[in-house]
């Protein structure tokens, strides 16, 4: 295991925290995700492969941990045999380098090794900083938006506060920008009108809504099941629901979208 995510490791097994010790972890806030990936599956597929995350926080089913390293990873190869695209709502930490000397955080390792991934056929969408002026703006992305509003990013779940009042979570203090890398892209690459988050954040949670009802019903087929010690392999699980149902519900209302436009 690399050092950054032993550390990682060492810092969520700790009582409490300070607030600045989340640090790059902050988590995209589902709602808002699942608002994007609704927006953008059209154009790129739908998402399937988180490339930032970790056990408790993975937005679908197939993710990078820290452990893993995605910048070792094959983005281009993995999201194809899973049917879709790339999400990242990556570190914004300095440039740390592994034992080997392979990078692990670090923006302009992450969007060199996008570029790189880009060349090989995947489709990547970035929720990051709009920071226009920082020398790892990425000016060369196939598609850029950024989106109206500042983000409540989220605290990870590990994460328990030393000071309930000091080191209760708030929103962020910067706006943040949708950056897509595909170098398939066909559509406007810099649209001027923003990215509405309010409205991203209603479809989602849409979207979450019917995927939890979704779960309710599948576990009221499977409770019988248990109950009366069926050992036949299921077709369709509750536990898998979030890898494939929900890719599918957001998926088919993209598309509908896309046809009325």
Not at 120 to 144: C, N, Y
Not at 203 to 212: N, S
Request: glycine residues 6%; charged residues 25%; hydrophobic residues 40%.
């Amino acid at each position: 295991m690399n050092h950054y995510a032993q550390r990682l490791l060492t810092l969520q097994d700790q009582p409490t925290h300070i607030l600045k010790e989340i640090g790059d972890q902050w988590q995209t806030p589902k709602p808002l995700a699942w608002g994007l990936f609704w927006t953008f599956t059209p154009k790129i597929g739908p998402v399937v492969l988180d490339l930032f995350a970790d056990h408790g926080n993975a937005l679908v089913g197939c993710y990078y941990t820290a452990a893993e390293n995605a910048l070792l990873q094959d983005w281009a190869a993995d999201s194809r045999h899973q049917g879709g695209a790339c999400y990242g709502n990556p570190p914004y930490s300095r440039q740390e380098l592994d034992d080997d000397g392979n990078p692990i955080t670090g923006m302009e390792n992450i969007l060199d090794y996008c570029r790189t991934q880009r060349d090989q056929g995947a489709k990547i969408m970035l929720l990051v900083k709009a920071a226009t002026s920082e020398g790892w703006w990425p000016e060369d992305a196939d598609f850029i938006q950024f989106i109206s509003g500042r983000i409540g990013f989220e605290a990870p779940a590990w994460y328990k506060p030393r000071d309930p009042k000091k080191d209760k979570p708030c929103a962020s203090g910067f706006a943040s920008a949708v950056i897509i890398f595909d170098r398939d892209w066909r559509w406007e690459r810099r649209p001027a009108e923003r990215l509405d988050r309010d409205h991203l954040i209603t479809i989602g949670e849409d979207i979450l809504h019917m995927v939890h009802l979704r779960a309710a019903q599948l576990l009221e087929v499977t409770q019988p099941s248990i109950h009366n010690h069926v050992t036949a392999e299921p077709t369709e699980t509750v536990d898998n629901l979030a890898a494939s149902s929900d890719v599918g519900l957001y998926s088919e209302m993209a598309a509908e979208d896309e046809q009325a436009a």
